[in-house]
Nanobody, 124 residues
Framework: QVQLVESGGGLVQPGGSLRLSCAAS????????IGWFRQAPGKEREGVSL????????YYADSVKGRFTISRDNANNTVYLQMNSLKPEDTAVYYC?????????????????WGKGTLVTVSS
């Protein structure tokens, strides 16, 4: 029953907003650094954002800085990704992942859990 489940994806027009959720079951989310990744059609998976489990520091890819905000609600075992001013190039399947610390997030072998993904489509 250890799993991460993403939700909140859908179709949105350019300039619109969506909030993605990453809910953890079977483990304590607060003990893990949580990252958001995305994979667009025909492209490699890329890191979007992460939130540090130790001090709450956040990281954002240059492509989303100023538009996306990551946050966590440890009481509800959930991490969120608020996405504003969405662009067509944001279209992708978005995945959340959990690693014991931020350093391991950069190593696929260091990530303990992956969600199945939620599709975000930005189109007029």
């Amino acid at each position: 029953q250890v799993q991460l489940v993403e939700s909140g994806g859908g179709l949105v027009q350019p300039g619109g907003s969506l909030r993605l959720s990453c809910a953890a079951s079977g483990f304590t989310l607060g003990a893990y650094t949580i990252g958001w990744f995305r994979q667009a059609p025909g492209k490699e998976r890329e890191g979007v954002s992460l939130i540090n489990n130790r001090d709450g520091r956040t990281y954002y890819a240059d492509s989303v800085k100023g538009r996306f905000t990551i946050s966590r609600d440890n009481a509800n075992n959930t991490v969120y990704l608020q996405m504003n001013s969405l662009k067509p190039e944001d279209t992708a399947v978005y995945y959340c992942a959990a690693a014991p610390n931020p350093s391991l997030m950069s190593d696929p072998e260091g990530i303990d859990y992956w969600g199945k993904g939620t599709l975000v489509t930005v189109s007029s």
